[in-house]
């Protein structure tokens, strides 16, 4: 995948266009925690099968093009979703995690370094501790409105 040529949602689904894993979701359901690829890998059939017998989205964080204002989360600028997490979850860590996709990130872009922080926090099929999982659930949805910044959750 050319991260250059356009800009990437880190939380894709891997049916979208262009989707590549760039992470693999470990830890607990409790506290699961991205850790991230080298490289983006392309989604195949054979990607996806090493999921099983659970959803590939429970295994796999997922990249693709910005669908931009096709997506529910996209305001004609912003990705309000990079917003409420920003907003609503605490730092995962106070350093930047190696990400294969940051130069090419939407909320790398949008948000800079405190979206990264909260970034391993994310998984797109999330069972976790109430602490962050109703916080990820309300940020995901997109009727949560997006506060005027809100102070920083630390």
Known sequence: MDNSSRIQCP???P???GSAAFGVVLGS???PRVSY???PVPVTQEL???AGPVAPTEIFRFAAPCSGKACQHFD???CRLATRIVERLPAASNQLPDCGIRDACRWWHQEGAEACYR???IATESY???EIAEPLRIAADPATPVASRLPIVR
């Open 128 to 130: 976790g501790a109430a």
């Open 37 to 39: 690829l080298d490289q």
């Open 119 to 121: 970034c391993p926090l």
């Open 48 to 50: 996806l099968a090493l």
């Open 29 to 31: 359901t409790e506290q």
């Open 76 to 78: 004609g600028t912003d």
């Open 11 to 13: 939380s894709a689904r």
């Open 15 to 17: 049916e979208m266009p």
